[in-house]
């Protein structure tokens, strides 16, 4: 029997990174070693309040069903946590607490647009962006960046993709893939084009070199600013995050919280909490690890014949360009986990204007680098020999 499925079911692309890790999974059960570059995850430990925060409230019994928008000590810690970073007072109101910041990217679409309406992104872009779009029945246009000026978002080209049906700007800040960070004369920019501007700022902390990420908050009234604790505190698994939100939107987006997601985890909120108050430690020591990491991976991918146009300013992503080697970075990025055990994300995975070229993500030890670019290295020939033959 054929089943028949719903166009936006259809229209949601694979999310390659993870294609690419479950694949790299099953090469593990077979008894390979894979090394890892291809997940945007740290490989720091959470910080040690917020497992036990967690554990205790799960010894507690806190394992209910909360208020949809948050525990009301996690959203005055949020506030509080936004005006130590970014000087923005921020009432807790404004707080809605998320299960990851993907939830809160589809609950503000959810909120924004209806079927047919336009949300403007840089690309390339987070993968997930157009298919969070799509799923609510909107159409993602795509404003291109460059390498050569270091992957900024140009507001004037934002501005000339407006149309009447444009619902949204999304702007990230630090950048996945890039690594970019936008200035804060470009978020003012963007802001003033008079639409909802969606500011993804999870890899905030995660910076290089003295670089500093400006919050879109406070630049209008129509800011929603999303993040979350997976990357600055490594809680990926963890599962939370925020979206901080206009006053007169937020009970519209309290009503679709509780019918789509009712609430995050009681007992991963009180982890949230103990994250925000004792975890600075944490993003501190990632910093500190990764800026060396950044470098080693990108001299060694220079050596190897790869372009590296320039040092990521944040997140923990070197995104490079393989178009030496191959015009299909899906089947550079397969064959070299088939044939030499590393994993790495497609460029095509980040939309068009990334093919031919590779996302490594340096959150791994430097001993896994070093020993990931003499994999690839000894791989190299025979991929470009193949790619040219095609």
Same mark, same amino acid.
């Given at each position: 029997?054929?089943? /028949?499925? @719903? ?9 390659? /990174? ?17 090394? !890892? ?40 810690a949020i506030a509080a ?27 503000? *679409? ?14 390339? !872009? ?32 934002v501005a000339r993709a ?10 990230? %800040?630090?950048?996945?893939? #890039? ?35 400006? %919050? ?44 789509? *997601?009712? %609430? ?17 430690? #944490?993003?501190? @020591?990632?910093?500190?690890?990764? /800026? ?33 080697? #191959?015009?299909?970075?899906?089947? *550079? ?33 430097? /001993? ?18 193949? @790619?040219?033959?095609?």
């Amino acid at each position: 029997m054929r089943h /028949a499925i @719903a166009r936006r079911a259809r229209e949601c692309r694979p999310f390659l /990174a993870m294609e690419l890790m479950e694949r790299a999974r099953e090469l593990e059960r077979a008894g390979r070693r894979v090394l !890892h570059l291809e997940l945007g995850e740290p490989d720091f430990a959470p910080p040690a309040a917020a497992l036990r925060a967690c554990q205790l409230a799960l010894e507690r019994g806190e394992t209910r069903y909360t208020d949809s928008r948050g525990l009301p000590e996690l959203r005055a810690a949020i506030a509080a946590d936004l005006e130590r970073r970014f000087g923005a007072r921020v009432a807790a109101e404004r707080v809605l607490v998320t299960s990851g910041t993907s939830p809160a990217l589809l609950l503000v *679409f959810s909120l924004l647009v209806d079927p047919g309406d336009e949300v403007v992104l840089g690309t390339p !872009h987070y993968p997930c962006y157009p298919n969070f779009i799509r799923q609510v029945g909107g159409v993602p246009v795509l404003v291109e960046t460059r390498a050569e000026n270091g992957w900024q978002l140009d507001p004037a080209a934002v501005a000339r993709a407006l149309t009447s049906r444009t619902r949204a700007i999304v702007v990230a %800040s630090p950048a996945n893939p #890039t690594g970019a960070i936008q200035s804060e004369a470009t978020l003012r920019a963007l802001a003033a084009l008079g639409l909802p501007l969606v500011s993804d700022e999870i890899y905030d902390g995660l910076v290089y070199d003295g670089a500093r990420v400006s %919050s879109a908050l406070g630049l209008s009234d129509q800011v929603f600013a999303l993040d979350g604790f997976s990357k600055r505190y490594a809680m990926t698994g963890f599962r939370l995050g925020w979206v901080v939100a206009p006053a007169e939107l937020m009970r519209p987006l309290q009503v679709l919280q509780q019918n789509l *997601f009712i %609430s995050a985890n009681h007992f991963v909120q009180r982890a949230g909490i103990a994250a925000l108050r004792e975890g600075e430690d #944490t993003p501190r @020591a990632m910093r500190e690890a990764y /800026a060396p990491r950044r470098r080693l991976l990108a001299e060694g991918m220079r050596r190897l014949g790869f372009g590296v146009p320039a040092l990521p300013q944040g997140a923990f992503y070197l995104f490079v360009d393989a178009r030496e080697f #191959t015009s299909d970075s899906l089947g *550079f990025a397969r064959a070299l986990l088939e044939e030499a055990d590393v994993a790495v994300t497609p460029g095509i995975d980040f939309g068009a204007a990334g093919e031919g070229w590779l996302r490594l993500c340096y959150a791994a030890a430097e /001993a896994t680098l070093e020993e990931a670019l003499q994999r690839i290295g000894s791989a190299l020939p025979s991929l470009a020999s193949r @790619a040219a033959s095609r």
